[in-house]
């Protein structure tokens, strides 16, 4: 049987998803979970692995076991056998071939800046707090270079392992909510730190430091060292991942 979770946590205090023998991770502590829930080891796959201090509100995994399962009961064991930072939000049965990450889908991301004087404690954890206010205007004008499909070398860290750098970005938007700002991107894949390193450049263009089409410049020059910093992980959570059949695999 195929089982299809979706998961939602605070990354904070996480070494990120992927399995680390000597880290606290996402992936161990719902592997764990399962283990104790359904009495065998399982292994699970993912959509996608979020870095260390990055949030998701919809992560998808799955995994196979012997039948039956009663999903809402294993939901419920989950949820009490998980840390408090992560939730099993659903439970259901997938088809044999399904793969979280192979299977076409789309994926939201959102980075969030805090743009005022006063820090926010409730808000730390998930957001990049700048004591000024940004130039969402300009910031949407230079993200606009970057929609469509692109060699994101520029925007890939150290490490990375994929085999290509070009991805294609559908949408990428900013837009004020209240004293934030938030940088919005939707595609099928992202190179390593590549939302973060986006968000670190758009910051020095937000501040006034750089023109909108500065963006373009650094996105030509196929050179990490071109781009901003790269920003922290605590204002980025993935959003929500949609299975289509219309998209194409990462």
Not at 24 to 42: D, M, N, W
Request: overall charge positive; hydrophobic content about 40%.
């Amino acid at each position: 049987m195929r089982v299809r979770l979706v998961l939602e946590y605070d990354g904070t205090d996480f070494a990120g998803y992927q399995l680390q023998p000597e880290h606290p991770s996402i992936q161990g502590a719902v592997e764990q979970a399962l283990g104790v829930a359904l009495r065998h080891p399982v292994r699970i796959a993912v959509a996608g692995r979020t870095d260390s201090g990055v949030h998701a509100r919809m992560q998808v995994v799955a995994f196979d076991s012997e039948p039956p399962i009663a999903l809402d009961r294993l939901r419920a064991a989950l949820n009490g056998l998980l840390p408090s930072s992560i939730g099993c939000v659903e439970a259901e049965e997938a088809a044999p071939d399904f793969d979280p990450r192979r299977t076409p889908h789309r994926k939201q991301y959102i980075y969030r800046w805090l743009d005022r004087p006063g820090r926010s404690p409730l808000r730390a954890r998930y957001s990049w707090h700048v004591n000024r206010r940004l130039d969402e205007v300009a910031m949407a004008a230079g993200a606009a270079n970057l929609v469509g499909q692109h060699d994101f070398t520029s925007f890939r860290a150290a490490g990375c392992a994929a085999r290509t750098p070009v991805r294609t970005l559908p949408r990428i938007e900013v837009l004020r909510v209240g004293d934030e700002v938030h940088l919005i991107t939707e595609g099928t894949g992202y190179l390593r730190h590549m939302i973060r390193i986006m968000a670190g450049t758009l910051l020095e263009v937000g501040r006034g430091a750089r023109p909108p089409t500065w963006v373009g410049d650094v996105l030509a020059a196929r050179d990490r060292s071109a781009a901003g910093k790269t920003a922290p992980a605590k204002g980025l959570t993935l959003e929500w991942i949609r299975y289509t059949a219309e998209s194409t695999p990462p």
